[in-house]
């Protein structure tokens, strides 16, 4: 069992940043690639970053890339993300997931466990 904790979001002004921490607990983080979705009301969880536990590899929802940056620190068995340049439509639920695979997946429910959330609204 791996138990995530998500925190940071909140209310910003478009243009921008935030970072969003997920903090995981429980079987070894090391060995979990970690990705993070977002959802919209009334949509479908979409991808929007991950990073492999193998290599560090990192891959981007094209809408996110140049904009929002993923990383880990192993130490401290926590995962980030960086959101720069925020826009309106970045709005929504973000999620952190861990993956067994060595890679992280761009489809949610590859993901083994999953944080509780943390909402981030981007608006003047």
């Known amino acids: 069992q791996v138990h995530l904790v998500e925190s940071g979001g909140t209310l910003v002004q478009p243009g921008g940043s935030l970072r969003l921490s997920c903090a995981a607990s429980?079987?070894?983080?090391?060995?979990?690639?970690m990705g993070w979705f977002r959802q919209f009301p009334g949509k479908e969880r979409e991808f929007v970053a991950a990073?492999?536990?193998?290599?560090?590899?990192?891959v981007y929802a094209d809408s996110v890339k140049g904009r929002f940056t993923v990383s880990r620190d192993n130490a401290k068995n926590t995962t980030y993300l960086q959101l720069n340049n925020l826009k309106a439509e970045d709005t929504a639920v973000y999620y952190c997931?861990?993956?067994?695979?060595?890679?992280?997946?761009?489809?949610?429910?590859?993901?083994?466990?999953w944080g509780q959330g943390t909402q981030v609204t981007v608006s003047s």
């Open positions: 997931a861990a993956d067994s695979a060595p890679l992280g997946s761009m489809w949610w429910p590859e993901y083994d466990y």
């Open positions: 429980g079987r070894t983080f090391r060995h979990y690639a």
């Open positions: 990073i492999a536990w193998s290599d560090g590899k990192t």
